[in-house]
Nanobody, 127 residues
Framework: QVQLVESGGGTVQAGGSLRLSCAAS????????VGWFRQAPGKEREFVAM????????NYADYAKGRFTISRDNAKNSLYLQMSSLKPEDTAVYYC????????????????????WGQGTQVTVSS
């Protein structure tokens, strides 16, 4: 089984940047589709971005396009999310997720497609 641990969250002013990291252990992450999700207080968990096993195919939520960049380093067994031009509405707990399910492999942008989750890291954007 794969274990995921996120890091890099924190508090930043609007317009700032943060880089989230997700370190995997237990199995090689290269065999999994991986993604980032977020959940704000009182809201459902929502898709941010995902990258397929090859690393060459990505998918982003509309609000993330042009501001967030997802990447993976299979040699380091890690996943990253570079976030820039952050807005107060980006405030949430950010989770990395992995899956070998067909839905995730095809890029379905839904939490239900993923079955392995990290514990989350808090991102707070102040205005």
């Amino acid at each position: 089984q794969v274990q995921l641990v996120e890091s890099g969250g924190g508090t930043v002013q609007a317009g700032g940047s943060l880089r989230l990291s997700c370190a995997a252990s237990g199995r090689t992450l290269s065999n999994f589709a991986v993604g980032w999700f977020r959940q704000a207080p009182g809201k459902e968990r929502e898709f941010v971005a995902m990258v397929k096993r090859s690393g060459s195919t990505t998918n982003y939520a509309d609000y993330a396009k042009g501001r967030f960049t997802i990447s993976r380093d299979n040699a380091k067994n890690s996943l990253y999310l570079q976030m820039s031009s952050l807005k107060p509405e980006d405030t949430a707990v950010y989770y990395c997720a992995a899956s070998q399910n067909l839905a995730a492999t095809w890029g379905l942008p839904s939490p239900s497609a993923y079955d392995i989750w990290g514990q989350g890291t808090q991102v707070t954007v102040s205005s």
